[in-house]
């Protein structure tokens, strides 16, 4: 290094240490700009307005009604999508499952979904453990919310009502009797993947049963499997809501859901 370039570092660095010398890393004791409301209010784009509904467990008016007890037009048979809904619509009120008959999913494709269902065990008791009262409720066709008459029936705990099937047992049995209705309010957000098809962020659900909290925030650990461990299957996007055929006749009424 020359003369002239040494004495060109040291006046660069005299005026480096200088200019942090102006820049403390502490706020100053007063601020330049005292801060006002408004410059933390942030007012565009306006909240969007919806209207709730007028009783509790009953949809908004920004659903979509997958069933109102009037008819089945919103799903078809999941053994064959070109075929209608195989389950009986009873008393203008309630869905029943027709055993033997094969599950049911709805013709849209949903990813995050805030969702409403209500369901109820045979009316007669029938069978322990998995064989009472058991369905399923699937999000994208893959990961499943057990349904299960809980009531005073003892099974695994990550199969019981209200668990992420063979994954996440739920917080608590907050069951029903048979003869009782029970509601799920669910938030569910969907899985995410890398352009490569990696997994980049699991899936996680939030369930209210009969208004407990029984899952929260929990960690879907893949697609739902009788048998073997849980994974994520390849990459996929939207898919079918479906319910379902366990061989019990478990009934469903006011099944509601919002886009997130």
Known sequence: MNSKS????????????????????????????PMKPQMTEIWEPEISVITPAKKLGDAPSDAIILFDGSNLDQWVSTKDEAKPAPWKVVDNDQLVVVPGSGGIQTKMKFGDIQLHIEFSAPDKVEGASQGRGNSGLFFQGRYELQ???????????????????????PLVNAMRSPLEWNTYDVVYTA???????????????????????????????GQTFYIGL???????????????????????????????
């Open 230 to 260: 849980h994974h994520y299957p390849d990459a996929h996007g939207d898919d079918i809501i479906s319910l379902q055929d366990h061989g019990n006749e478990t009934q469903f009424r006011n099944i509601w859901v919002r886009k997130l």
């Open 147 to 169: 349904i299960l008459d809980s009531y005073n029936n003892r099974t695994y705990r990550n199969g019981q009502a209200a668990s992420i099937y063979k994954d996440q047992p």
């Open 6 to 33: 040494f004495w060109l570092c040291l006046i660069a660095i005299a005026f480096t240490i200088q200019i942090q010398a102006q820049h403390k890393s502490t706020p100053p004791e007063v601020s330049p700009m």
């Open 191 to 221: 899985p995410r993947f890398k352009k490569d098809g990696r997994l980049d962020a699991p899936g996680r659900i939030t369930v209210l049963h009969n208004g407990v909290l029984v899952q929260n925030n929990s960690t879907i650990n």
